[in-house]
């Protein structure tokens, strides 16, 4: 069968990454977050949303420039056009959003002082080329610049060390693909397109991450599964988990935990067939990240809820204790894609979740 005949050529990403793509020229102050790639001097280029970077600055304001020269506005499914979305916080301020331009004012008119930016890609069109160079379906950010008499400061310490990091694994749900739905084309100025209708920082990962104070990465590509290749060419995870994209090889980043939300797509596979890939994706992060927690979703829809703790089971009587099923049923009844309230609950039990059973920490708020 297709699904057994795969599996044989999987061993082969258990590798380990060559030439990984975070060689960085970039100043020190700059504290990347997420599947970037900064091979080249000031350019960091991702095809996740999610992926976020922070910087300290002196001054009255700040700006961020792009380069947009692959990106292509015209989106294919909705009538209108729209370059990908970003979303940032001053400080611990209200979040903003806007579309990449070559420069996009962030902040003016602050006060005296050090401040801080958290400046997130929101959103992609997921159908355009987003694994295979020209990546269109990506941001490639070159830099922030203070106002005048400003400047890049020292980070700080929490982001130099983290005290938890987290990666989460998933499809369009995970990349938080259309949790706008309702806003988008609704509410004036957010435009009914797919940048604009995604919204990474308001999906369930993101928000699970936030809550236990965690900096994380968010790997999700719409439509794909572990076999199944999705939406821009994105392959399936077991393909891509040893990528940032074609030609991009994964770094040596290593996270605390590392939380999989897979199978939504994959449902017809047989239980058994679906139990030895999960099976041999468990392995795969295993030997990826030696030291991680690694929990494993049902899915909320409920696909392969029997294979999934299956493959859990496996890996224990493999020895691997540091394995964690999580079942969500139950925690959802709305539509396939969360939107912001959806994703917003299932964060809160999911966090919760963690902080109990695999984290160990005391109750949230």
Request: glycine residues 10%.
């Amino acid at each position: 069968m297709i699904w057994s005949t795969t599996l044989a050529s999987v061993a082969l990403l258990l590798l380990p990454a060559a030439a990984s793509c975070t060689a960085s020229s970039w100043p020190a102050g700059y504290r990347f977050f997420g599947r970037w790639d900064l091979r080249a001097a000031r350019r960091a280029v991702t095809v996740n949303s999610g992926s976020y970077v922070r910087v300290r600055f002196s001054g009255a304001g700040i700006s961020a420039a792009f380069d947009l020269s692959v990106n292509q506005p015209k989106c294919v499914c909705t009538t209108e056009g729209s370059y990908p979305t970003i979303a940032w916080r001053i400080d611990a301020g209200e979040w903003q959003e806007a579309e990449i331009a070559p420069s996009v004012k962030l902040a003016e008119g602050l006060g005296k002082g050090r401040h801080s930016v958290m400046l997130m890609v929101r959103g992609l069109d997921e159908h355009q080329s987003r694994w295979t160079p020209p990546l269109v379906a990506s941001v490639t950010f070159t830099g922030f610049t203070p106002t005048a008499g400003g400047r890049l400061v020292e980070p700080l310490r929490e982001w130099v060390k983290p005290a938890l990091t987290m990666e989460f694994f998933g499809d369009s749900i995970t990349e938080g693909v259309v949790v706008n739905e309702g806003r988008a084309g609704v509410v004036n100025g957010i435009p009914f397109t797919w940048p604009w209708l995604a919204d990474a920082r308001q999906s369930y990962a993101s928000q699970t991450a936030m809550a236990l104070g965690a900096e994380w990465r968010q790997v999700g590509f719409g439509a794909t599964g572990l076999l199944l290749v999705g939406s821009g060419g994105a392959p399936g995870a077991l393909e891509a988990f040893g990528s940032f994209y074609a030609g991009c090889p994964r770094d040596a980043w290593q996270p605390d935990v590392a939380v999989v939300n897979q199978g939504t797509n994959e449902g017809s596979i047989p239980q058994d067939e679906y139990q030895r890939l999960y099976t041999r994706y468990l392995a795969m992060i295993r030997a990826a990240y030696p030291k991680a927690k690694i929990v494993a979703l049902r899915p909320f829809c409920g696909a392969q809820e029997a294979a999934i703790p299956a493959a859990v089971d496996a890996r224990h009587a493999a020895g691997d204790a540091r394995v964690f099923y999580v079942d969500t049923a139950g925690w959802y009844a709305g539509p396939l894609h969360p939107d912001i309230a959806g994703s917003a609950a299932l964060a809160r039990k999911l966090a919760a979740a963690l902080r109990e059973r695999v984290l160990h920490l005391p109750a949230g708020p």
